[in-house]
């Protein structure tokens, strides 16, 4: 994940100017307060964590990011913030443990920015992208399973479970189908050869995006465990900020969102409404206050100059003194692939 803010739910990259998506947005969500203490999950190009320290004196802050490449492109950020920017190597998912091994608890702040960054897009040998042919890797840490051993070894079932929650490809079963084929024949390596295979088997709409951008998309989430990832750092930001701390998250497609959302509803509700049936009944001590009652959308103008900053949602809430809660397990199953279900005998 790299230049924050400039990150995209799609696998179609252009090179375009890496710009922060909603900069102002965050920074008025996160509030960033002098002699702060604040943790940006996805460091990338450092466009959210110049603004944040930029924005009050003395801030400190602390940023993660998997991807080797972007924790070395900080170096001169970190150098210009004589000792204010701490850069660590780290997935997001793991942003509590961080925090506690540099002595950054608690937090007076979290931003998290997810999806794949333009950057890595750009770069055909990381395989994120089909408008360049390059190998189908798609690892933003550059280690583990690629996405072309993903393709060659897993079962059609888990393919087609993977096609159909992550990418909400409705024709999984079909391009799950065709891949197993494929792949008896040659293995299948580069973008180019994945992308013609499901253009082959998906319809794609007069102007519309290409046809195997769910499917390149479905494949970069489960190969990264984007929504594990995320769902884990959620549960974690609440156990390192402090009260008053805020979270902000920017999400670029409805998977996200739909997780921060929730996480968000059940994290600052305080009864259930009940009904004539049934009396109200209270639920657990309420740990966030919302900042925003929605979503907050790209400006217009922004969308005009950026366009992958369309699908942009940014949700905020602030930290209160409850004490933090165990991991929502409707959360844990939103950001997982079911098992396939057994083939039914005829």
């Given amino acids: 994940m790299s230049d924050h803010g400039d ?15 909603l900069l102002a947005e965050v920074l008025e969500a996160l509030a960033p307060q002098a002699g702060g203490r604040y943790l940006d999950g996805t460091f990338g190009a450092g466009g959210y964590s110049r603004a944040i320290l930029d924005a009050a004196p003395e801030v400190t802050l602390l940023g993660l990011d998997r991807d080797p490449s972007a924790i070395a492109g900080g170096a001169d950020l970190v150098a210009a913030m004589a000792g204010r920017l701490t850069l660590s190597q780290a997935n997001f998912g793991e942003l509590a443990e961080e925090a506690e091994r540099f002595r950054m608890t608690p937090l007076d702040g979290v931003v998290l920015d997810i999806g794949v960054s333009s950057m890595q897009i750009d770069q055909a040998e990381r395989g994120f992208s089909f408008r360049f042919d390059g190998p189908l890797d798609m690892r933003m840490s550059g280690s583990g399973q690629s996405a072309a051993d993903l393709v060659n070894e897993a079962e059609e079932g888990l393919l087609a479970n993977i096609f159909y929650h992550y990418g909400e490809e409705r024709r999984s079963r079909a391009v799950a189908r065709a891949v197993v084929e494929a792949r008896r024949k040659a293995p299948i390596t580069t973008t180019k050869q994945l992308a013609d295979l499901v253009a082959g088997i998906v319809r794609g709409e007069p102007g519309g995006a290409h046809p195997a951008t769910r499917v390149f998309q479905a494949l970069r989430i489960a190969v990264n465990d984007e929504l594990g990832e995320l769902v884990r750092a959620l549960h974690a930001a609440e156990t390192v900020l402090k009260p008053g701390g805020r979270l902000v998250v920017v999400t670029f497609h409805s998977l996200e969102d739909r997780i921060v959302k929730q996480f968000f509803a059940e994290r600052s509700g305080r009864v259930s409404a009940g009904s004539r049936h049934a009396p109200a009944v209270a639920v657990a001590q309420p740990t966030f206050r919302l900042v925003e009652k929605g979503a907050v959308a790209p400006s217009e103008a922004e969308m005009r100059a950026n366009p ?7 949700r905020a809430a602030e930290r209160n003194d409850a004490p933090s809660r165990r991991a929502d397990a409707g959360l844990v199953a939103l950001s997982t692939v079911p098992a396939p279900q057994p083939r039914r005998r005829p």
């Fill in 7 to 21: 990150r995209s739910g799609g696998a179609i990259g252009g090179s375009v100017r890496h710009v922060p998506v």
């Fill in 308 to 314: 992958r900053a369309r699908s942009a949602k940014l």
